[in-house]
Every structure is written in structure tokens, then in C-alpha cells.
């Protein structure tokens, strides 16, 4: 059974079938194959995966950050960063950085954070002679803020698979997503020469000031997010409604968001949903199988056998996600690996929650890795700009958060010690 499975995904993967296709169609094949499962078994395990009452918070939280951006928000978002960090050395590449922690916030997924802040400062840094590769690695790698300052998609999806409190996992993320800030702003800082960048005029307090009047209603909507679940008000499921009612109440409000446009939204974020939804049902059916045929089990007993510390593990941990993430999109990469990773790590005492921070930025430095590399794929078509020349320049910065993702593994009170402070902890 694990044999057909393994050899079924990878040779779809290398016909070229979307890895959400390819997932479902591997298990329908060992199934198949082996003979000894009902075919029914598959309705019945992919069903059982999407009927999940915190998975909803998905299409809520993508329908949100897209309806919000259409409103006109990443612009008041992008004037606010401006007027906090522009004047510092690296001058739009700052404000890149700082206006993906703050979308971040709001949208929760990578893609739409490489997408939208590339679409709207990939121009400008054009015009202002900035040399275009250097400047999508940068919007690349800011995207990664996404899924892991609350809230996060991927968080959720944790969340749904182990029965972790949201709440803690959503600000497990917020040390992890502030280092990775700084490590980005300061490879901005060293790297400013070669990107051609100008600093900007320092803002003055007036302007400051207006600018983040303007952004007021960026920043309320993660607050109410957070603050909403914290204190039990609402779940993360019904944040996301009143994210969505909040972001088109805004819109409309600001008369930046017309019924054709949310009309478009809507079909947007269903799509996408959709998508990720495929690509949760067809993992689901494969890490199914794999439990089935013991593999967690027998894997973690190997480990064991050969692992001699919790440090030697979490060198491993960085290696395997590494490796993986190369290969298979985040949210695949994190459905088959949890059920397989988690009752390892467990035996060796590694938090929890600190587990979902490790896999949530192992995963995501995969999207920057050649030879998939979506979020630079995604960055280079808003800018319009050839991907093979990225290469060269996103050397450094990759190596940089590479270097992050290590404090984060071994420095679990970055991800544990918010948590413990406001007494999320399980």
C-alpha cells in the first residue's frame, strides 16, 4: 500500500498534475490497487476532513483581506509605512517590509500579500530606479508575514488537524513575525546599494499623524481579531464573519467598494478557497493512509532509535521542512507532515505550539526556494518581471531567513513566552 501510494503521488507530480489533484488521485490509486479498502472510503475521509466548523475561518479570512484590499486599504496601508520607515536606509524596500507586517494582519495568506503589496509598490520602485529582481525578493520574502503574524490560514489549518487552542497558536506567531521583520528590514539595510534604493524625505509629525488616521481602519480590524477570540467573544470562525462584515461595511462606507466589485471579490475568494479546500480533502485521504499503515508509528520509533536529543531532532526537524517545502506547497506540506511529525516531536517534549511555529515558517521557506518558488512567481508576474533573474539576488535574503527560522527553533520562548504571559497555554 505505501509503495503504490508513494510511487502513484510522485508520478503524477511529474505528469504535471496539481498537487491538489494529485494528492487524492495517489490515495484513489493505492485504494484501488490494493483492494482490500472500500472505494467509499474515500468520500467518506475527504468529506470528514472539510466538514470542520474551524475550517470555515478559511474562505472568511481570504474573502476579508481580498474585499479590504479592494477598498482601497493596501494604498492607506502603504502611506502610513511610508511615513514611519521610508527615510531609512533602503527607502521603499522598507516600506515593502513594514506594509507586509501590516496586510499581514489582515489577510492571512501569503500569496495575497506578495500580490497585492507587489502590485502596489513593484511600480513605484520601478520608477524610482530600483533594480526589479532585487526589489521581488523582497516582496517575495516579506510575503512569508502572511500566514505567520495572526491571523493565519495555516494556523487554522493546525489548529483543525490537533485540536490546539487558535488563540495561542495566532499569538505563538507574533514573536516569530517580528523577528523575521527585523532580519528582512536589516538584509534591506545592507542590501540598499545594490538595490538602487533612495531614501525617502523623513516624514514630518503632521504628516505621520495623518497617515496613520488614514490606517485606522487597518490596524482595527486585526485588534478586534485577536482581542475577539482572546476573550472568548466570538471563535476564530465568527472572527471571520466580522472581519468580512467589517471590511465590506468599510468599503462601502469610503464608496471604494461597488457591488460589481464584491461581486468579483466573492468569486475570487471562493475560487481560492475552493482550491485550498481540494487540497485539503486530498491530504487529508493520504496522511489517512498513512496512519493507517503505521508510518507515524514506526517512524517515530526509528527516530528514536537514532536520535539521541531533542537538538539533534530539531536539526532534523529544519532539514525535513526544508527539504519538503522545496517541493510541495505550504498547505499540503503541512497536512501530510503534522500527523506524521507531531507524535515525534511529542515524545521528545517540544511544545505544541511551538511545533505549529516551526512548521508554519518551514513550510513557508519553501515558497522562496527554487525550483517552485511560488511567492517569487507570484511577486515577478505583479511586477512584471523575468523569475530567472531573481535567482542571484534571492541568495542572501533566503540565507538570512534560513538563519531566522533556526532562532526560532531553538529559541521557543519566542513563539511560547506571549503565550504563557497571557495564559493561552493548554
Known amino acids: 500500500m505505501l509503495l503504490t501510494l508513494t510511487i502513484s503521488l510522485l508520478a503524477f507530480l511529474v505528469l504535471g498534475v496539481p498537487i ?7 490515495g484513489l490509486t493505492a485504494i484501488v490497487i490494493n ?12 468529506y470528514a476532513s472539510l466538514d470542520s466548523f474551524p475550517l470555515l475561518a478559511i474562505p472568511l479570512f481570504i474573502y476579508a483581506g481580498s474585499v479590504m484590499n479592494s477598498g482601497g486599504i493596501t494604498e492607506r496601508i502603504v502611506d502610513f509605512a511610508k511615513s514611519l520607515v521610508g527615510h531609512l536606509r533602503g527607502g521603499l524596500g522598507q516600506v515593502v517590509v513594514l506594509t507586509s507586517l501590516i496586510f499581514a494582519s489582515i489577510s492571512g495568506s501569503a500569496a495575497a500579500a506578495a500580490a497585492a503589496v507587489g502590485g502596489m509598490l513593484l511600480p513605484a520602485m520601478k ?7 532585487y526589489s521581488v525578493v523582497i516582496v517575495a520574502s516579506s510575503a ?40 528582512l528590514m536589516l538584509m534591506v539595510y545592507l542590501l540598499a546599494g545594490k538595490m538602487g534604493a533612495k531614501q525617502l524625505q523623513r516624514a514630518s509629525g503632521a504628516v505621520m499623524w495623518h497617515a496613520f488616521v488614514r490606517a485606522i481602519p487597518a490596524l482595527v480590524m486585526p485588534l478586534i481579531i485577536i482581542v475577539g477570540i482572546l476573550s472568548g467573544v466570538f471563535t476564530a470562525t465568527e472572527a471571520g ?42 491530504a487529508a485521504l493520504v496522511s489517512w493512509l498513512l496512519s493507517r499503515e503505521g508510518v507515524p508509528a514506526e517512524l517515530a520509533a526509528l527516530v528514536k532509535q537514532w536520535v539521541s536529543s531533542k537538538t539533534m531532532l530539531l536539526f532534523l526537524l529544519l532539514l525535513v521542512l526544508f527539504v519538503v517545502g522545496i517541493f510541495i506547497e505550504p498547505i499540503p506540506a503541512m497536512i501530510m507532515l503534522v500527523p506524521v511529525l507531531l507524535p515525534i516531536t511529542n515524545a521528545y517534549g517540544v511544545d505544541p505550539v511551538h511545533f505549529a511555529v516551526i512548521m508554519t515558517v518551514g513550510v513557508l521557506l519553501g515558497s522562496l526556494s527554487p525550483p ?21 539576488p534571492l541568495i542572501p535574503v533566503f540565507i538570512a531567513l534560513i538563519v531566522a527560522h533556526a532562532i526560532v527553533v531553538f529559541v521557543p ?11 493561552l497555554e493548554g
Open 241 to 282: 464573519v466580522v472581519a468580512v462584515a467589517y471590511g465590506i461595511g468599510y468599503g462601502f462606507v469610503t464608496r471604494q467598494l461597488s457591488f460589481e466589485t464584491l461581486r468579483r471579490e466573492t468569486l475570487a475568494a471562493a475560487i481560492t478557497s475552493s482550491s485550498i479546500l481540494i487540497i485539503l480533502g486530498g
Open 372 to 392: 517552485v518558488a511560488v511567492l517569487v512567481l507570484i511577486a515577478a508576474k505583479a511586477g512584471n518581471v523575468d523569475y530567472s533573474r531573481t535567482n542571484k
Open 20 to 26: 491538489a489533484f494529485a494528492l487524492g488521485l495517489a
Open 413 to 423: 520562548v519566542l513563539s511560547t513566552g506571549l503565550v504563557r504571559l497571557m495564559g
Open 35 to 46: 483492494d482490500s479498502i472500500p472505494l467509499v472510503v474515500v468520500a467518506q475521509k475527504v
Open 144 to 183: 512569508i508575514l502572511g500566514p505567520i503574524i495572526p491571523p493565519s490560514i495555516l494556523m487554522v489549518i493546525f489548529s483543525s488537524m490537533t485540536g490546539e487552542s487558535i488563540g495561542a497558536l495566532f499569538v505563538a506567531g507574533i514573536g516569530p513575525g517580528l523577528l523575521i521583520t527585523g532580519v
Open 127 to 133: 520608477r524610482e530606479g530600483y533594480d526589479e529582481p
